[in-house]
């Protein structure tokens, strides 16, 4: 009784302690389990400014230039930021997290490098037509083909 | 699912509904114009507007603490070795900190199925809030300017910058979020 009151103690404390110093949840995750994390938050935040510029297009929303420039800036800065760090071995399979990532990715890295260069590429090209552009018309083919990519891959690299 | 779908009902209680639509109101206002961008999702299934905004903001903050701990890496533990990953990241960063000016938008007060620490006081303080987010927008654009691979600065300028960083997320953490 005694021995389990001090171990509950210990482990109370230890709780105690990992608040007080900030311990962040990203170091109580394993590897995998970060780099997975870190992966589906780009790609929650991608979604977030793909929808409104999709919307936009679909004719579900006005067309608001300055709106549609502005994700357009930010799908393209995300789409970056997850090309470089986005996809590391360690984050094939995770431990408390799954993952829609298929193990294509790594075997056929060469294939994925393309859809991925692909993504850069065509976001970058919207950014800039958006940064200018003044109406739905000349967006769309831009927005079409950073469509295309995100389809292609999500075909061929995603469960 | 480590974010699991549990109700909160201390947010709820904590914010009287008048006095939140009163802050959402001002904030969406005065910080930024995000409704608009943030509301559009219309094939996450079964997530109310409010989840899908807590869900983006923590969605930002994970990635700059990630990216902090890159940083902390590359510059304290390996001592600036590797500056051209530390001139990317630190841009990342400088980048992802700009998306905080979307993550307090008028329903990322209310995702009351998804716990949250953020605070009540960052809807009832929003002048303060906005200056603690222009207090991390800046110092990450500073970090971002001295890593850059043409200001050629050492390690220790490199590592000022990133205390200057960590000490806008702690100052920011002690007033606007719950424990």
Not at chain 1, 85 to 105: H, M, N, R, W, Y
Not at chain 2, 30 to 48: K, N, P, R, Y
Not at chain 2, 106 to 127: L, Q, R, V
Request: net charge negative.
């Amino acid at each position: 009784m005694m021995k389990r009151a001090r171990v509950v103690g210990a482990a109370l404390m230890g709780a105690a302690l990992l608040t007080a110093s900030g311990v962040s949840l990203a170091q109580r995750m394993s590897p995998a389990d970060q780099a997975i994390e870190y992966r589906q938050s780009g790609f929650k935040l991608l979604k977030n400014h793909f929808g409104p510029m999709r919307a936009m297009i679909k004719g579900k929303a006005d067309f608001d230039a300055a709106v549609f420039a502005e994700n357009a800036k930010t799908v393209s800065m995300l789409a970056a930021l997850i090309a470089a760090k986005g996809f590391p071995e360690v984050s094939e399979t995770g431990d408390e997290l799954t993952t829609k990532a298929l193990p294509d990715i790594w075997l056929d890295t060469e294939g994925f490098a393309e859809v991925a260069q692909a993504f850069l590429t065509n976001s970058q090209a919207l950014a800039e037509t958006a940064a200018t552009a003044t109406d739905l018309e000349s967006v769309k083919p831009a927005f079409m083909a950073v469509a295309k990519t995100c389809k292609g891959c999500h075909d061929d690299y995603r469960e | 699912m480590r974010k699991t779908h549990k109700a909160n009902g201390k947010v709820h209680a904590r914010l009287s509904t008048g006095l939140r639509s009163a802050a959402c109101l001002l904030l969406s206002i005065s910080l930024m114009a995000s409704a608009q961008q943030l509301t559009v999702d219309d094939e996450v299934e079964g997530m109310t507007p409010e989840d899908t905004a807590v869900l983006y903001r923590q969605s930002v903050f994970y990635l700059m603490q990630t990216q902090m701990n890159q940083l902390k890496r590359l510059i304290v533990k390996e001592a600036a070795a590797d500056r051209e990953s530390i001139a990317t990241i630190a841009q990342q960063l400088h980048q992802t900190a700009a998306l905080t000016g979307y993550a307090f938008g008028e329903y990322a007060a209310m995702g009351f199925d998804i716990p949250t620490t953020a605070a009540a006081s960052i809807w009832e303080n929003p002048d303060g809030f906005a200056d603690a987010v222009n207090y991390l927008q800046e110092s990450a654009a500073e970090l971002a300017t001295v890593a850059d691979m043409t200001a050629a600065a050492d390690a220790a300028q490199l590592k000022a910058a990133l205390i200057g960083v960590g000490k806008s997320c702690k100052a920011c953490h002690e007033d606007f979020r719950s424990k």
